[in-house]
Nanobody, 123 residues
Framework: QLQACGGGLAQAGASLTLSCAASARISSSYIMAWFRRGPGKEREFVASVWRRTGATYYASSVKGRFTIASYNAENSVYLQMNDLKPEDTAVYSC??????????????????WGQGTQVTVSS
């Protein structure tokens, strides 16, 4: 079970950090990710990290502004969000995959999901 927190209200240009804690040990083989669903939009991939190597991948819309991290000593994944924009307003959800059989962008690749946390960015 994954539990996300850290959302809230921020002004454009500000920073927020989301965290997601697992109730059990997360294997180093897992891929952790954040997805988001904006108002009236489909859920979309934000970022992922492979716990074994630390390799990361970002959506083009957040690359250079957001940083995802997950440390093997912890059962958590973080999303540092800098230079927030109004278009980042969404419900953010963390997810875990025990192994990809397709694209990391595909939410169906993820077995476990946390509840969402709302991020609202005002202009």
């Amino acid at each position: 079970q994954l539990q996300a927190c850290g959302g809230g209200l921020a002004q454009a240009g500000a920073s927020l950090t989301l965290s997601c804690a697992a109730s059990a040990r997360i294997s180093s083989s897992y891929i952790m990710a954040w997805f988001r669903r904006g108002p009236g939009k489909e859920r979309e991939f934000v970022a992922s990290v492979w716990r074994r190597t630390g390799a990361t991948y970002y959506a083009s819309s957040v690359k250079g502004r957001f940083t995802i991290a997950s440390y093997n000593a912890e059962n958590s994944v973080y999303l540092q969000m800098n230079d927030l924009k109004p278009e980042d307003t969404a419900v953010y959800s963390c997810a875990a995959s025990s192994g990809l059989t397709g694209s990391v962008l595909d939410e169906k690749q993820f077995n476990y999901w946390g509840q969402g946390t709302q991020v609202t960015v005002s202009s």
